[in-house]
């Protein structure tokens, strides 16, 4: 009857459990971005039809259509508070006047700082996007958000 060598059986039990543990890590998961704020702003003159959604893995988790005016004051921006109901995996995509524009939510983020403020606004030659982060356990709203363009 062979035998098993000791040093060989434990080289291959080590090999098996190190395969088996490969990925089991206490690491947390990377934060997921919170939009707390989503601002259409037109930039313009002339009056422009915004379209917005937020896309998550389930589909569509918000959209909207609006016609912002340009040419008298607050009319040319629109705030949507907390346009989500949660942290997730957001695809926002914004199109007017031909132009689009889109922004991986996950992409904007820090662990430090996962909530969102998302601005995307017509100037006078393309579609721009803009963007501010902060601690979303901090119980105040950011102070630093930016005003509603108008």
């Known amino acids: 009857m062979p035998s098993i060598d000791r040093r ?5 039990a080590a090999g098996s459990a190190t395969g088996l543990l ?16 989503l601002e259409l ?3 313009r003159h002339e009056g422009q ?9 389930d589909g569509t988790a918000f959209e909207t259509t609006e016609r912002l005016r340009g040419d008298e004051p607050g009319e040319g921006a ?7 109901s949660g942290p997730g995996a ?21 662990e430090e700082e996962d909530c969102l403020y998302l601005e995307f606004y017509l100037g006078s030659s393309t579609l721009h996007s803009e963007y501010l982060t902060w601690p979303c356990d901090e119980e105040s709203v950011a102070e630093d958000a930016p005003a509603a363009s108008v």
């Open 41 to 43: 702003a037109n930039h």
């Open 49 to 57: 039809e915004f379209s917005a959604r937020i896309e998550d893995g």
């Open 8 to 12: 060989s059986l434990l080289v291959a």
């Open 22 to 37: 490969a990925g089991c890590t206490d690491d947390p998961a990377p934060p997921e971005p919170q939009i707390e704020y």
């Open 78 to 84: 629109i705030v949507f508070e907390q346009p989500v």
């Open 90 to 110: 957001y695809e926002v995509v914004v199109e007017v006047d031909g132009y689009e524009s889109s922004t991986t939510a996950s992409d904007l983020i820090t």
